[in-house]
């Protein structure tokens, strides 16, 4: 069924007034009166809710739904800026695949200088990406999106996690492969994670040296050398994979 | 260093002839006389090769490597056709993530249907994604690439694996999560493991029945819905995190 996230608090009636979703409900989807759909307010609850007038746009709440797919922890992927529309992409697989969190900072070999103006249209953008794939992979909340102008900003960030991963290719390099999966065998329900990915050229040595310091762990992501925009699906799908699937935990 | 897949046997010295290669070698990196690249041959070994003669494309041999970064078992992934270019996105990213195999075929819900003519051309572009994928990402081995004209002689195929999981959504549903982590770890090195996918529109009932008389088993890849062109990623990492980086195995 049909999916729409509405911001605010689900009254027994309610109004939808959000351009996109009015769009996609009347002329896309042609709801018509009596027809059901799921909706999600800001509290993160399911409800299946009924058209009661497609020309005013209202529709009453039916029940709530018990499905919760989201993550048992929290995870929030931090990429430094990369080039192109990769940030577009990170954001909708990052989604699906069941983030918190969709940040973005300036590192210090990023090729891309975004100032102020340039921010803001691309948290837009990434907004809607985040909110059209949270939709269709029926998650319950829609990850939240930042990117920092400054990376001093980001840094100050880092103390509000109970873990913070570096993706690091020289730990894949060293043959340490074990550590992520040592870290998460530990992880509790809640945890709040951080996985921080450098651009394409990599995260710096000074920029290592900062992370670790602020309590930052750094991790192999397997043998091979993935991309910028492939390794947080690697980072996201092991995180499932441990927390949600693996028996063992 | 710059890696290169080169087909045939590693003699002591060799001419580069294909032109994708050569171009890269000359034109792009510019190589000289003294220079030192990788070249991988079909027997997956790293060796370290330098440019004797630049205006010959000949390189010499000077030492075998030791570094393998292949999974310890073999993955190959099946998706149903999928639409536009999906699986150009597909062959990339599943090369980064290690498949040895990466395979489509005609499912029922698949809405693009490709004739022979097409799949000849398909298959040589995703070849060429692949090979450059699997230098950048320093495989050993470049992943096969087959697309199936006929399903029949892809289900001919599953009786070559020693596993063969299909993909479905509604184990997912079900809430059995465990089972892929549960075949994961009796999963032995060297094994040939087979992930089916479905099409957007998913696999039909007629094709799970199939799948699973030829010994396929039905698993779920964590409760939340992903695209046909996430979900192979997320297999891929799962297997990548299980039999390489979970120290419990």
Same mark, same amino acid.
């Given at each position: 069924?049909?999916?729409?996230?509405?911001?605010?608090?689900?009254?027994?009636?309610?109004t939808?007034?959000d351009?996109?979703?009015?769009?996609?409900?009347?002329?896309?989807?042609?709801l018509?009166?009596?027809?059901e759909v799921?909706?999600v307010?800001?509290?993160?609850?399911?409800?299946l809710?009924?058209?009661?007038?497609?020309?005013?746009?209202?529709?009453?709440?039916?029940?709530?739904?018990k499905?919760?797919?989201?993550?048992? $922890?929290?995870?929030?992927?931090a990429?430094?800026?990369? %080039?192109?529309? #990769? =940030?577009e992409?990170?954001? @909708?697989? !990052?989604? *699906?695949?069941?983030?918190?969190g969709?940040?973005?900072?300036?590192?210090?070999?990023?090729v $891309?200088?975004w100032d102020g103006?340039?921010?803001?249209? %691309?948290?837009? #953008? =990434?907004?809607?990406i985040a @909110?059209? !794939?949270? *939709?269709?992979?029926?998650?319950?909340?829609?990850?939240?999106?930042q990117?920092?102008?400054?990376?001093t900003?980001?840094?100050a960030q880092?103390v509000?996690?109970?873990?913070?991963?570096i993706a690091?290719?020289?730990s !894949?390099?060293?043959?340490?492969?074990?550590?992520?999966a040592?870290?998460?065998?530990?992880?509790?329900?809640?945890?709040k994670?951080?996985?921080?990915?450098?651009?394409?050229?990599?995260?710096?040595?000074k920029?290592?040296?900062?992370?670790?310091?602020?309590?930052?762990?750094?991790?192999?992501l397997?043998?091979?050398?993935?991309?910028?925009?492939?390794?947080?699906?690697y980072?996201?799908?092991?995180?499932?994979?441990a927390?949600?699937?693996?028996?063992?935990?």
């Amino acid at each position: 069924m049909q999916q729409y996230f509405v911001k605010g608090r689900a009254d027994e009636l309610i109004t939808i007034t959000d351009k996109d979703t009015l769009k996609h409900m009347f002329s896309v989807m042609r709801l018509v009166d009596g027809d059901e759909v799921v909706l999600v307010f800001e509290d993160g609850i399911k409800r299946l809710a009924r058209v009661v007038s497609s020309s005013q746009h209202q529709l009453e709440m039916v029940q709530e739904l018990k499905d919760d797919v989201e993550l048992p $922890v929290q995870v929030t992927i931090a990429s430094g800026f990369p %080039k192109g529309d #990769k =940030l577009e992409f990170v954001a @909708q697989k !990052a989604t *699906e695949l069941g983030a918190s969190g969709i940040w973005a900072y300036p590192a210090d070999w990023s090729v $891309v200088k975004w100032d102020g103006k340039k921010l803001v249209k %691309k948290v837009e #953008k =990434l907004e809607k990406i985040a @909110q059209g !794939a949270a *939709e269709q992979s029926k998650r319950n909340r829609v990850p939240e999106i930042q990117l920092f102008e400054k990376k001093t900003d980001f840094l100050a960030q880092l103390v509000t996690f109970d873990k913070v991963f570096i993706a690091y290719e020289e730990s !894949a390099k060293a043959g340490e492969l074990a550590a992520l999966a040592r870290e998460l065998q530990i992880v509790e329900t809640g945890q709040k994670i951080l996985f921080i990915f450098g651009p394409e050229g990599g995260i710096s040595p000074k920029e290592i040296e900062a992370f670790e310091q602020a309590g930052g762990i750094s991790v192999g992501l397997g043998p091979r050398i993935l991309r910028t925009e492939t390794a947080p699906l690697y980072a996201l799908s092991a995180v499932s994979y441990a927390v949600e699937m693996n028996i063992s935990n």
